[in-house]
């Protein structure tokens, strides 16, 4: 599978995510009331007596700022799909929304494991045996089964004991090679770790046989000057 698409377009979105500005609706509303009333004149109304030159003023004023914050539409990922049952392909898309921009994309993929099955089941079909597994062998999985099952995969036209041979001389042709240099390092290091765990008990060996000796021995000369005083 390309991955190197999957990895710019998320690049991309994560620039968009932090580099764009939000966008929303502003609305601002502003409303202005009054009245002003103006008296003159003298004259006497009810309970009520208004002098001459008098005058009322009523102002009212209202006003209201709101600003209205609402997420674009949602950004939807494409569907992708392979048309047929027969073709090795995957679909996979991505999408992502922010305040301001939305993207999305998507590509189809190749499903190598799925081709490798589906030529070597043909190959069998066609009584080709030998090329069928040796095709399914190019997976490091398959490749690793065989070689410890003591049937390694065929190389160069060889199978069985000639293959494992051409293996051991051309390793790196080996799809598993960086698995293999792997564990063949881990095998040396036990290996080596073993070999010093046997000299170190060999050693421990060594050492109680010549205190062994060096017992016997001294009790031998002992044997011998007591005899020489009994004398």
Known sequence: MDYRFTAVLILMLTMLAF?????????????????NTSIEGGYTGGATTYQ?????????NSTSNSNIKSAPPTSSAPSYNS???????????????????GISGGKHFIDQNCERLKLARILNDFGM????????????????????????????????????QLWGKYDHERPDYKTYVK???DRKK????????????????DKVIA?????????????????????
Do not use: W
């Open 19 to 35: 580099f764009t500005e939000p966008a929303y609706p502003a609305e601002t509303q502003s409303n202005v009331s009054g009245s």
């Open 52 to 60: 001459s030159g008098s005058s009322s003023n009523s102002t009212t």
């Open 83 to 101: 048309m047929t049952q027969d073709v090795c392909a995957v679909g996979g898309s991505l999408g992502v929304q922010t305040f301001g921009l």
């Open 129 to 164: 045996k030998v090329a069928a597994v040796a095709i399914l062998c190019q997976d490091e999985r398959v490749f690793e089964s065989m070689i410890q099952a003591g049937t390694p995969c065929p190389i160069d036209g060889k199978i069985g004991a000639e293959a494992k």
């Open 183 to 185: 564990r063949m390092d």
């Open 190 to 205: 036990a290996d080596l770790k073993a070999q010093k765990k046997i000299t170190k008990e060999m050693e421990a060996m």
């Open 211 to 231: 205190k062994e000796k060096k017992k016997k021995k001294k009790n031998k000369k002992y044997k011998k000057d007591t005899s020489v005083h009994k004398k």
